[in-house]
């Protein structure tokens, strides 16, 4: 099937945190007090802005493609009019990201690829069992799934539900500091565990899913984040600044996210005038987008990647497995 005249396709993705990710409410430079990361703020779950991600999507991009650093970036041309973003209708970076400053008369072009934020899907904790990957109805929602899109509340609030399977014997489960009575009795469990297995999350993750209430999976997320505990160094001296002692916290290694990449229809655009030559339909501005995934495992997003933060594997959806197949269209 052609997709020829869709105006846009949503692809999901998801990506499993290979180290403590830290994506600050303010500045991320070092040196600077920055303990906070970005939450939601009605759920109060940390997540990973949309623009974040497009920013480091776009650096990444740019170097895959020999862009950089031009078309990376802001885009605002040094001051005697060199360098900032191309601009041009063949240039990967710019048709899918967009670009800041006009060619001719022409003004900027906002971008063929839209990010959602990154959202909290599967959080894991310390059990007596070993980890745990736990989520709760909102974060399963937030994936779009039809299946989840009616989702209500879990039938027990103070309770963890899992699989029925040998570990599930167990008549209660600590999470972190937090003793819960284990229930095998909610029927949605095992559909749950088979829409998220087409999501790419891998099966030792879903062999140790528990599902609470959202309540207590903002409790549990927030009292188990990663925080660790730095100096600033005062780069004149090489010693420790008075006073410079810092917290910060992250989101902890296997942390599983969720989010989705909007692109639009190249052939709906014009740039110049003229057609958008980089990219010719929905799936191809995907493309240029999952392309730079592999410097997100490398690279990593967010703050402190100097300290060994940030690096995140990107799951292979099915969706994203069979190429002619188009991602759901929301009109
Ligand atoms: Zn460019």
């Known amino acids: 099937m052609t997709t ?22 303010g500045g991320t430079r070092l040196g600077r007090v920055d303990n906070t990361i970005v939450r939601d703020p009605v759920t109060r779950i940390p997540k990973i802005p949309g623009s974040s991600i497009a920013g480091v999507m776009r650096a990444h991009t740019a170097m895959s493609k020999g862009k950089y650093p031009n078309c990376a970036g802001l885009g605002q041309p040094e001051r005697d009019g060199a360098g900032g973003h191309c601009g041009n209708a063949d240039c990967p970076v710019c048709t899918v ?12 072009f906002a971008g063929l690829a839209a990010f959602s934020d990154m959202h909290v899907l599967l959080f894991p904790v310390a059990s007596q069992l070993g980890p745990q990957w736990i989520t709760c109805p909102i974060a399963l929602r937030q994936t779009g799934i039809a299946e ?39 029927q949605p469990l095992s559909e749950i565990a088979q829409k998220i297995e087409a999501l790419g ?11 609470v209430s959202d309540k207590l999976f903002t409790h549990i997320v927030n009292s188990n984040l990663e925080v660790r505990t730095s100096v600033a160094i005062d780069p ?33 655009f014009k740039i110049n005038q003229g057609d958008v030559k980089a990219v010719d339909s929905p799936e191809k501005v995907r493309d240029v987008v999952t392309d730079a995934n592999s410097y997100l495992e490398h690279l990593g997003i967010g703050g402190m990647g100097s300290r060994g933060m940030g690096r995140l594997r990107v799951l292979a959806t099915k969706e994203l497995a069979d190429v002619d197949k188009p991602g759901k269209e929301v009109s």
């Open 4 to 25: 020829n005249n869709r105006s846009f396709v949503t692809f999901p993705f998801t990506g499993v945190a290979l180290d403590p990710i830290h994506v600050g409410t």
């Open 97 to 108: 990201f967009g670009f800041a400053k006009g060619i001719g008369s022409s003004g900027g």
């Open 148 to 186: 989840f899109s009616e989702l209500g509340d879990l039938p027990e609030q103070q309770v963890v539900y899992r699989k029925a399977d040998g570990a599930a014997a167990q008549p209660s489960l600590n999470l972190g500091w937090l003793l819960l009575p284990v229930k095998t009795d909610w």
């Open 201 to 211: 999350i891998p099966g030792y993750i879903i062999s140790r899913l528990g599902v």
């Open 236 to 268: 004149a001296t090489g010693a420790a600044e008075e006073g410079a002692l810092f917290t910060y916290e992250a989101l902890p290694r296997g942390t599983v996210l969720f989010w989705e990449v909007t692109c639009r229809n190249p052939k709906h």
